[in-house]
């Protein structure tokens, strides 16, 4: 009989080898994980990218029972319902608009019921600023040139000067009102300040404030004198089933031939809804214009909590890893760090509400601004309180990555450096650190990317629905870190949840989810960016 042949660390009798069920139950698992990321990714790009593209309006006669009704609008989502008999009926939402005249800007119809549908290429999206968008058919312009009935040559021309005039007549209205009231406003202020602190006498403070009133009365003229004459030009329309509508010049933005635009027309209305969403406020309970202060607040903030946390994560590491003996304490102290990344985010935001806000900002109040008191400056939410709470949230992340980078760095280049006669500081500052910077930059990474998107402890200290004042602005002292400000995560929340409009909200929910991946994506890709030229620089490193 033969001898059996030896056995191999890789022979098999046929069975799997002992684990290798697990192997593929784990690979199996991060398939199905990388799936599902990729999915919820897809779908916000398309629905987010969706929501910018411009659709062509439908003319419809739906007939239900004896009653016919002209309806205009576009469609936004089909589905099927089943009535009490089990019958299913196949129904499309379709967006009409002209939320003034019906009091509602969405409507779902059976299928069955449609009689007749067209597209016709009179009628025009026009987007204003109250109530949403309305779907009209063009009838006049009134300006203070004369009326010009739609169709006659010149009505296209006066319709967009007009508009274009209006854009820059209320860029006008808004700097007199913000800026130059607000600085108005501002100084009456600090002259109640000053009296009251007794830095001014009272005759001089009463002289000052009678130039201030004369003022603000000469700047309310001038904003009353161009919303009048905004209001001498008007675009005259009519709604599908007949009734007027007017739109003064001071709430028109845009009109757009939904029907009659080509391919390009339409790639161009787009990426002038993407330019629009990018670079202007909200309005109409943010189911409307823009979310450029989300978008500044996030950033802002984002960018602040990463100069707080790194500093105190990586002395906090430095000294762990460096300095302290190891021993129980120091085991019980990484712990601790390690369970504080565990705990739920809402809890930092009761502690930052409390000892931030109340405690530190009140303290200040009391020190720096008592002659405002009872009215807070630093003891009530804000954005420096909201940074320094998502630092503290973010810490441990940062410590546990300079640690491990710390640890990584060869025993023999320490020695090398110690044996050149260097002290151990000078070690660590000058070859420990340079070699550990992308390691450090991972630990800022991960903490960026945790922190961008925390939603829960910034509702409890700073972040609000509309906060037309920017952090950062060309006010004196120009950085404002008490005001309260916008966040992308917030502003997707307040859309699903709080919204009194939800349907028309769900486009800017996919949008504004979107944009956050983007910002997160950008920043993070650029803290990459700065570790992998670090990485080549010190490419002597284990890393």
């Not at 009133?213 to 919303?227: N, P, V």
């Amino acid at each position: 009989m033969p001898p059996a042949p030896p056995s191999t660390p890789f022979a098999t009798t046929g069975r799997s080898r002992k684990g290798e069920p697990w192997v593929w139950l784990t690979a199996a698992g991060l398939a199905v994980g990388v799936v599902m990321a990729m999915a919820l990714i897809l779908l916000i790009l398309v629905k987010g990218t969706a929501s910018f593209w411009p659709r062509q309006i439908e003319l419809m006669e739906v007939q239900t029972g004896d009653i016919v009704e002209t309806i205009a609008g576009y469609i936004t989502e089909e589905r099927q319902r089943r009535d009490g008999e089990g019958v299913v009926h196949e129904e499309i939402q379709v967006f009409r608009g002209n939320r003034d005249l019906y009091g509602e800007g969405f409507k779902f119809i059976d299928r069955a019921n449609i009689a007749a549908s067209t597209r016709p290429g009179d009628l025009l999206l026009v987007e204003r600023m109250e109530y949403g968008p309305a779907i009209v058919r063009a009838v006049a312009m009134e300006t203070p040139a004369g009326r010009i009935a739609a169709g006659e040559p010149g009505f296209e021309k006066a319709l967009n000067e007009t508009i274009e005039r209006a854009a820059e007549d209320r860029t006008r209205m808004l700097r007199i009102e913000r800026k130059q009231i607000g600085a108005n406003s501002r100084e009456l202020t600090e002259i109640d300040r000053a009296e009251r602190a007794g830095r001014i006498n009272p005759e001089t403070a009463a002289a000052r404030r009678a130039m201030l009133q004369e003022e603000f009365t000469r700047l309310q003229s001038q904003a009353q004198a161009i919303r009048e004459k905004l209001n001498l030009s008007r675009f005259i329309a009519e709604a599908v089933d007949g009734r007027e509508i007017v739109f003064p010049a001071e709430k028109l933005i845009h009109v757009f031939p939904a029907n009659e635009a080509g391919l390009m027309g339409r790639l161009g209305e787009m990426f002038r809804r993407i330019g629009t969403f990018l670079t202007e406020d909200p309005r109409e309970a943010n189911t409307e214009g823009g979310v450029f202060p989300a978008i500044f607040g996030t950033v802002i903030m984002t960018l602040a909590m990463s100069l707080f946390v790194t500093p105190f994560g990586v002395i906090c590491a430095i000294y762990l890893r460096e300095y302290a003996k190891q021993g129980q304490l120091v085991r019980i102290v990484r712990i601790s760090v390690n369970n504080l990344a565990g705990v739920p985010s809402i809890v930092f935001g009761v502690f930052g509400l409390a000892f931030f806000v109340y405690t530190v900002g009140g303290g200040i109040d009391r020190m720096l601004f008592s002659d405002k008191l009872p009215t807070p400056t630093y003891g009530t939410p804000g954005i420096l309180w909201a940074s320094l709470t998502l630092a503290l949230l973010t810490l441990p992340v940062v410590i546990v990555a300079t640690e491990e980078a710390l640890s990584a760095v060869p025993r023999g280049v320490r020695e090398a450096a110690l044996a050149c006669g260097a002290s151990k500081w000078q070690t660590i500052q000058r070859v420990v650190l340079p070699a550990s910077l992308p390691g450090i930059l991972t630990g800022i990474i991960l903490a960026m990317a945790r922190g961008a998107g925390e939603v829960a402890p910034l509702m409890l200290v700073g972040v609000v629905k509309l906060a037309p004042s920017l952090p950062i602005d060309d006010i004196a002292p120009f950085v404002h870190p008490e005001r309260k400000f916008m966040h992308l995560g917030f502003h997707i929340y307040d859309l699903g949840f709080q919204s009194p409009d939800a349907e028309a909200a769900k486009p800017m929910v996919y949008a504004t989810a979107l944009l956050l991946i983007v910002v997160v994506v950008t920043l993070n890709l650029a803290a990459i960016h700065i570790r992998n030229r670090l990485r080549k620089r010190f490419a002597a490193s284990s890393f």
